[in-house]
């Protein structure tokens, strides 16, 4: 994959692949901003999980076995495509779709109480 950049919300640029530190201290900084992001994009998925509770009309439909293969597949795929550790990946997949799974049905409920 090329190098690209992505903007962090004080325009700092984060360099793809990870730019080169010569200290720790510089090397955390830059970890830093990529758990910000990182962070940002689960609350954007997360948001999904919120919508998915929504849409779904039936509580036995939040967990969808099919989709989460499906989503750890298409990971997996894009994982090799720039590198990314397939156990790391699959592990943080697997354990977050676990919890958006449990979320999305707390949120499911909590939509629907006294219904
Ligand atoms: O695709 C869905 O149906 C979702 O609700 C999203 C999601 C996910 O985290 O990707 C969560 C729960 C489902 O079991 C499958 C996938």
Redesign the pocket.
């Known amino acids: 994959m090329s190098s690209h950049k992505i903007f962090t919300e004080k325009r700092k640029a984060i360099e793809y692949p990870a730019r080169k530190c010569t200290t720790m201290a510089e090397l955390r900084d830059e970890i830093d901003q990529l758990d910000r992001v990182i962070v940002e994009l689960l609350s954007v998925?997360q948001g999904?999980?919120e919508q998915?509770?929504e849409i779904?009309q039936d509580r036995n439909?939040?967990?969808?076995?099919e989709?989460?293969e499906?989503?750890v597949a298409k990971v997996l795929a894009h994982a090799d495509k720039v590198g990314a550790h397939p156990e790391l990946v699959e592990m943080l997949y697997r354990d977050?779709?676990e919890w958006?799974?449990n979320y999305?049905m707390t949120v499911f409920d909590s939509a629907r109480d006294g219904d």
Do not use: G, H
């Open positions: 998925r999904c999980m998915a509770a779904k439909l939040v967990r969808d076995e989709r989460v499906d989503v977050m779709i958006c799974i999305e």
